[in-house]
């Protein structure tokens, strides 16, 4: 079947030098390369879940940043 789609400049360049280094025609690697991809979307691929870990500490102490003297008396502490 014939079709036309848009490419990529440098994306069509590209395939055609694969193609040619390959020794295939640019049809040929263009369907290999959907094959594969559909191939891919096949597979039950899990959705992944972000596994957030919660931490006990201390609170930060309450210091006012913009005074510096207060910053070096909180950082000096043991």
């Known amino acids: 079947m014939k079709t036309t789609i848009n490419l990529n400049d440098q994306l069509l360049r590209r395939a055609k030098q694969r193609a040619s280094r390959r020794g295939i025609t640019l ?24 596994q957030l870990k919660t931490v006990r500490g201390h609170a930060p102490p309450n210091v006012d940043i913009s005074d ?5 008396d909180v950082l000096d502490r043991p």
Do not use: C, H, N, S
């Open 27 to 50: 049809t040929r690697f263009i369907e290999d390369a959907l094959r594969a991809k559909l191939m891919d979307g096949d597979r039950d691929v899990a959705a992944f879940t972000l």
């Open 68 to 72: 510096r003297e207060a910053l070096y």
